[in-house]
Protein backbone atom coordinates (compact mmCIF):
# COMPACT_ATOMS: atom_id res chain seq x y z
CA UNK A 1 0.00 0.00 0.00
CA UNK A 2 1.28 3.47 -1.15
CA UNK A 3 1.80 5.98 1.78
CA UNK A 4 1.19 9.96 1.02
CA UNK A 5 3.17 11.58 3.66
CA UNK A 6 1.10 14.82 5.07
CA UNK A 7 2.71 18.22 7.06
CA UNK A 8 0.55 20.36 8.15
CA UNK A 9 -0.41 22.94 10.94
CA UNK A 10 -3.84 24.14 11.61
CA UNK A 11 -3.18 28.10 11.56
CA UNK A 12 -2.89 26.70 7.70
CA UNK A 13 -6.54 27.73 5.55
CA UNK A 14 -5.16 25.38 2.74
CA UNK A 15 -4.54 22.44 5.20
CA UNK A 16 -8.06 22.57 6.22
CA UNK A 17 -8.83 22.03 3.01
CA UNK A 18 -6.52 19.09 2.64
CA UNK A 19 -7.19 17.39 5.83
CA UNK A 20 -10.76 16.36 3.89
CA UNK A 21 -9.89 15.77 0.35
CA UNK A 22 -6.13 14.06 0.89
CA UNK A 23 -8.01 10.88 2.39
CA UNK A 24 -11.05 10.83 0.08
CA UNK A 25 -8.22 10.82 -2.57
CA UNK A 26 -5.92 7.72 -0.75
CA UNK A 27 -9.47 5.30 -0.56
CA UNK A 28 -9.56 5.71 -3.87
CA UNK A 29 -6.13 4.95 -4.46
CA UNK A 30 -5.53 1.99 -2.11
CA UNK A 31 -3.22 4.36 0.05
CA UNK A 32 -2.96 5.91 3.60
CA UNK A 33 -2.27 9.51 5.11
CA UNK A 34 0.69 9.45 7.08
CA UNK A 35 -0.47 12.32 9.50
CA UNK A 36 2.47 14.36 10.31
CA UNK A 37 1.55 17.85 12.55
CA UNK A 38 4.33 20.43 12.66
CA UNK A 39 4.84 23.12 14.34
CA UNK A 40 5.17 25.78 11.45
CA UNK A 41 5.47 28.93 13.20
CA UNK A 42 9.00 27.00 14.60
CA UNK A 43 9.95 26.33 10.94
CA UNK A 44 9.07 29.63 9.75
CA UNK A 45 11.22 31.10 12.11
CA UNK A 46 14.19 29.28 11.01
CA UNK A 47 13.45 30.55 7.36
CA UNK A 48 13.08 34.21 8.43
CA UNK A 49 9.53 34.03 6.46
CA UNK A 50 7.18 35.69 7.69
CA UNK A 51 3.26 34.24 6.90
CA UNK A 52 1.48 37.67 7.20
CA UNK A 53 3.80 39.78 5.09
CA UNK A 54 1.41 40.56 2.49
CA UNK A 55 -0.81 43.58 1.24
CA UNK A 56 -3.89 44.05 2.13
CA UNK A 57 -5.77 43.57 -1.19
CA UNK A 58 -3.30 40.43 -1.46
CA UNK A 59 -5.18 39.49 1.74
CA UNK A 60 -8.58 40.18 0.79
CA UNK A 61 -8.21 38.34 -2.42
CA UNK A 62 -6.99 34.98 -0.64
CA UNK A 63 -9.74 35.16 1.89
CA UNK A 64 -12.23 35.60 -1.66
CA UNK A 65 -10.33 32.52 -2.87
CA UNK A 66 -11.08 30.28 0.23
CA UNK A 67 -14.50 30.90 0.14
CA UNK A 68 -14.95 29.91 -3.46
CA UNK A 69 -12.44 27.26 -2.61
CA UNK A 70 -15.26 26.04 0.29
CA UNK A 71 -18.40 26.42 -2.51
CA UNK A 72 -16.35 24.38 -4.67
CA UNK A 73 -15.62 21.53 -2.51
CA UNK A 74 -18.59 21.39 0.00
CA UNK A 75 -16.39 22.45 2.94
CA UNK A 76 -17.69 25.01 5.66
CA UNK A 77 -15.45 27.74 6.25
CA UNK A 78 -14.95 31.05 7.78
CA UNK A 79 -12.45 33.47 8.69
CA UNK A 80 -11.52 32.96 11.99
CA UNK A 81 -11.52 35.95 14.64
CA UNK A 82 -8.12 34.93 16.06
CA UNK A 83 -5.70 34.49 13.17
CA UNK A 84 -3.08 33.60 12.73
CA UNK A 85 -3.60 31.52 16.44
CA UNK A 86 -0.81 29.25 18.74
CA UNK A 87 -1.31 25.49 17.38
CA UNK A 88 1.32 23.86 19.45
CA UNK A 89 -0.82 22.09 21.72
CA UNK A 90 -3.58 21.21 19.39
CA UNK A 91 -1.06 20.03 17.12
CA UNK A 92 1.00 18.32 19.99
CA UNK A 93 -2.60 17.06 20.54
CA UNK A 94 -2.61 15.47 17.49
CA UNK A 95 0.50 13.19 18.51
CA UNK A 96 -1.41 12.09 21.62
CA UNK A 97 -4.42 11.07 20.09
CA UNK A 98 -2.13 8.78 17.87
CA UNK A 99 -0.42 7.48 21.24
CA UNK A 100 -3.89 6.79 23.14
CA UNK A 101 -5.04 4.25 20.56
CA UNK A 102 -4.48 0.86 20.09
CA UNK A 103 -1.57 -0.48 17.68
CA UNK A 104 -2.37 -3.23 15.29
CA UNK A 105 -0.06 -3.73 13.14
CA UNK A 106 -1.39 -2.75 10.33
CA UNK A 107 -0.97 0.95 11.29
CA UNK A 108 -5.35 1.47 10.89
CA UNK A 109 -6.13 2.48 14.59
CA UNK A 110 -3.28 4.89 14.70
CA UNK A 111 -4.21 7.03 11.02
CA UNK A 112 -8.21 6.97 11.73
CA UNK A 113 -6.83 8.31 15.57
CA UNK A 114 -4.81 11.30 13.63
CA UNK A 115 -7.26 11.98 11.18
CA UNK A 116 -10.75 11.76 13.90
CA UNK A 117 -8.59 14.15 16.21
CA UNK A 118 -7.15 16.82 13.22
CA UNK A 119 -10.39 16.78 11.62
CA UNK A 120 -12.36 17.45 14.58
CA UNK A 121 -9.40 20.47 15.42
CA UNK A 122 -9.88 22.05 11.65
CA UNK A 123 -13.16 21.92 12.00
CA UNK A 124 -13.38 23.84 15.68
CA UNK A 125 -11.26 26.76 14.46
CA UNK A 126 -12.04 26.72 10.78
CA UNK A 127 -15.71 26.42 10.95
CA UNK A 128 -16.84 27.13 14.44
CA UNK A 129 -13.97 29.88 14.99
CA UNK A 130 -13.24 27.96 18.23
CA UNK A 131 -10.21 28.91 20.46
CA UNK A 132 -7.76 25.79 19.64
CA UNK A 133 -4.54 27.47 21.35
CA UNK A 134 -7.02 26.91 25.06
CA UNK A 135 -6.30 23.60 26.40
CA UNK A 136 -9.73 23.11 27.46
CA UNK A 137 -11.14 23.77 24.27
CA UNK A 138 -8.85 21.21 23.09
CA UNK A 139 -9.95 18.88 25.75
CA UNK A 140 -13.26 19.32 24.54
CA UNK A 141 -12.55 18.89 20.85
CA UNK A 142 -11.22 15.77 21.35
CA UNK A 143 -13.74 14.60 24.16
CA UNK A 144 -16.14 15.14 21.49
CA UNK A 145 -14.27 13.20 18.82
CA UNK A 146 -14.21 9.88 20.98
CA UNK A 147 -11.27 10.44 23.20
CA UNK A 148 -10.20 10.96 26.84
CA UNK A 149 -9.66 14.29 26.29
CA UNK A 150 -8.44 15.33 29.87
CA UNK A 151 -6.14 12.41 29.39
CA UNK A 152 -5.12 13.18 25.92
CA UNK A 153 -4.31 17.16 27.05
CA UNK A 154 -1.85 15.56 29.59
CA UNK A 155 -0.16 13.47 27.11
CA UNK A 156 0.14 16.62 24.92
CA UNK A 157 1.86 18.65 27.46
CA UNK A 158 4.46 15.80 28.72
CA UNK A 159 8.37 16.58 27.42
CA UNK A 160 8.15 13.37 25.59
CA UNK A 161 5.28 14.83 22.92
CA UNK A 162 6.77 18.55 23.20
CA UNK A 163 10.06 16.54 22.09
CA UNK A 164 8.65 14.71 19.20
CA UNK A 165 6.62 17.68 17.60
CA UNK A 166 9.84 19.48 17.44
CA UNK A 167 11.71 16.73 15.83
CA UNK A 168 8.78 16.37 13.18
CA UNK A 169 9.31 19.63 12.42
CA UNK A 170 12.87 19.38 12.29
CA UNK A 171 12.31 16.51 9.70
CA UNK A 172 10.09 18.38 7.67
CA UNK A 173 12.85 21.26 7.56
CA UNK A 174 15.34 18.70 6.67
CA UNK A 175 13.44 17.38 3.65
CA UNK A 176 12.94 21.18 2.21
CA UNK A 177 9.31 21.39 3.46
CA UNK A 178 8.56 25.58 3.34
CA UNK A 179 4.73 25.93 3.32
CA UNK A 180 1.82 24.42 4.24
CA UNK A 181 0.73 21.72 3.04
CA UNK A 182 3.10 19.67 1.90
CA UNK A 183 2.95 16.48 0.50
CA UNK A 184 5.32 13.35 0.22
CA UNK A 185 4.52 10.18 -2.07
CA UNK A 186 7.89 8.50 -1.52
CA UNK A 187 10.71 11.21 -2.36
CA UNK A 188 8.47 12.89 -4.35
CA UNK A 189 7.22 16.03 -2.71
CA UNK A 190 3.93 18.51 -3.76
CA UNK A 191 3.16 21.49 -2.39
CA UNK A 192 -0.06 23.09 -1.93
CA UNK A 193 -3.77 21.93 -1.63
CA UNK A 194 -3.76 22.40 -5.17
CA UNK A 195 -1.42 19.97 -6.26
CA UNK A 196 -3.76 17.49 -4.51
CA UNK A 197 -4.38 16.15 -8.21
CA UNK A 198 -0.57 16.00 -8.98
CA UNK A 199 -0.38 13.76 -5.69
CA UNK A 200 -3.78 11.34 -6.88
CA UNK A 201 -1.94 11.24 -11.20
CA UNK A 202 1.10 9.72 -9.39
CA UNK A 203 -0.61 7.19 -7.05
CA UNK A 204 -2.05 5.84 -10.03
CA UNK A 205 0.72 5.31 -11.84
CA UNK A 206 2.03 1.82 -12.02
CA UNK A 207 4.40 0.43 -9.40
Given at each position: MQIVEFYFDFSSTNSYFAAFM???ICARNNARVNWRP???AALFRGTGFDVMAMTPRKARYLWRDHARYAEATGLPFRKPSRFPI???SALRAVLAAGHAAQT???GDSREHAHRAISQAIMRAYWERDEDI????VLASIATSAGFDGAALIDIANAKPTRDELAALTEDAVARGVFGAPTFFVGDEM???KDRLDFVEGL????R
Open positions: LPETHFKTADDSSAHDFWGLKRP
